[in-house]
Nanobody, 113 residues
């Protein structure tokens, strides 16, 4: 079992930025696809972005051009840079490793208007 721990969430004004981090308990990021999802209040969890083991990335249309996913394998950490934040980006952000079915506990992002 791999533990994933997210951090970096917080309260930010509309138009602001945050960088979320997802750290793993052991070295998996260089060989596994890692994704980010979010869950807004009263809504289902939705896909945000992923980065494959080869570095290929993919984004939901709602965040394309504003969010960037990246990986630092030496630190066993995946990042999600959130720019130009909007109130509708508010929610709990989770990282996950689909192959092993691992999810983090989530980090809260709140964007005020």
């Amino acid at each position: 079992q791999v533990q994933l721990v997210e951090s970096g969430g917080g309260l930010v004004q509309s138009g602001g930025s945050l960088r979320l981090s997802c750290a793993a308990s052991r070295s998996i990021f260089s060989s596994r696809l890692i994704g980010w999802s979010r869950q807004a209040p009263g809504k289902q969890r939705e896909f945000i972005a992923y980065i494959s083991s080869s570095g290929r990335t993919n984004y939901a249309d709602s965040v394309k051009g504003r969010f960037t996913i990246s990986r630092d394998s030496a630190k066993d950490t995946v990042y999600l840079q959130l720019n130009s934040l909007k109130p509708e980006d508010t929610g709990v952000y989770y990282c996950n490793e689909p192959l092993g079915g691992n999810w983090g506990q989530g980090t809260q992002v709140t964007v005020s208007s």
